[in-house]
């Protein structure tokens, strides 16, 4: 349980009087100070307990505060993931909790996985430039349907996808976890068995969060053993995925590839990824959609509610 001192600050990205059900101030003893990322922090870092990570800033922006936050009892980011502000853990006391968004991202991140699959096996960016040209490019184009997709890293995230696939009449839904377990539509892999799944999938999505065991996971060993005009899709982040393996792959033309995170990012002019064949690349928008603010805003307002009264947080990945 984390209690909430008798008073504390509470760092924001979103202004507090656009948050509704934010615990009373006077109440709860709870400050609220508005940082956005910007140069200069709003109060004294050593007064906050209660740190909400600037969204779709950066790990050197969000860390940058840790070290000095002395009286920090709770990061919690706006992302399904926390790798932006593992490399600033080190500088906190013990007994910080970590938290995620969950519930934030599921609906949009799982749209767009949809839309990249759709658009890259039916062609849509072929057609967009054809009609930039003025050309009618028809023809037999691939479909989703009677499709194997393989879901690698089968979260809240990764369920949502599935939700969403299940009115296109694919062949075969297949998941892949860091450990295998049982669900209601069919068992969960563990990443053990990517060897023998890799093959049988003519959609791989990457929707894992980045950790040491990820890092590279779609390394060459990987990628070779997905099937000749197989598409991967990764909404995870662009680490997961070794991009020299990548280019390798696709400019031979065996498989194709649609990337909303890419690494480096954001992608460089002049990167080969950027006209690499058989590649769609959207910049990282996977959550950055009308539904983020609304979720994102119950969310923190759920989260400062329970510090304010001392009950246990959720969301909780780890605790230093």
Not at 38 to 59: H, I, L, R, T
Not at 95 to 106: L, P, Q, S
Not at 202 to 223: K, N
Request: glycine share 10%; hydrophobic share 45%.
């Amino acid at each position: 349980m984390t209690l909430a001192p008798t008073t504390a600050d509470v760092w924001l990205p979103i202004p507090a009087d656009e948050i509704d059900g934010l615990p009373d101030p006077g109440a709860s003893g709870l400050n609220y100070r508005f940082w956005d990322g910007g140069a200069d922090f709003p109060a004294d870092p050593a007064d906050c307990a209660f740190y909400v990570v600037p969204y779709m800033k950066g790990s050197a922006i969000a860390v940058r505060p840790l070290p000095a936050m002395t009286s920090l009892r709770v990061v919690q980011t706006l992302s399904a993931g926390i790798d932006h502000v593992v490399p600033g853990l080190g500088s906190l006391g013990p007994g910080v909790a970590v938290c995620n968004a969950k519930g934030v991202h599921e609906a949009s991140t799982a749209e767009l996985t949809l839309a990249l699959i759709l658009a890259s096996l039916r062609g849509i960016p072929r057609f967009v430039r054809g009609q930039d040209a003025e050309e009618w490019r028809d023809g037999f184009y691939p479909a989703l349907a009677d499709k194997s997709v393989l879901i690698v890293g089968y979260g809240s995230i990764g369920a949502a996808i599935e939700d969403r696939l299940a009115p296109f009449e694919c062949a075969r839904v297949a998941r892949v976890a860091r450990s295998a377990r049982t669900t209601a539509r069919g068992p969960v892999h563990a990443l053990a068995d990517l060897p023998a799944l890799l093959p049988e999938a003519d959609v791989v999505v990457l929707s894992t969060p980045l950790t040491p065991e990820t890092r590279h996971l779609a390394d060459a060993g990987f990628l070779g053993r997905m099937k000749d005009g197989a598409l991967l899709v990764n909404v995870a982040r662009g680490p997961v995925v070794d991009t020299d393996a990548l280019l390798k792959e696709v400019e031979g033309g065996r498989i194709t590839a649609a990337l909303d995170v890419t690494d480096p990012e954001p992608l460089p002019a002049g990167h080969p990824l950027w006209h690499a064949p058989g590649v769609l690349v959207t910049p990282h928008v996977g959550g950055s959609t009308s539904a983020f603010m609304p979720r994102a805003k119950r969310l923190v307002a759920g989260q400062v509610g329970r510090f304010a009264a001392g009950e246990a947080l959720v969301n909780v990945l780890r605790t230093t």
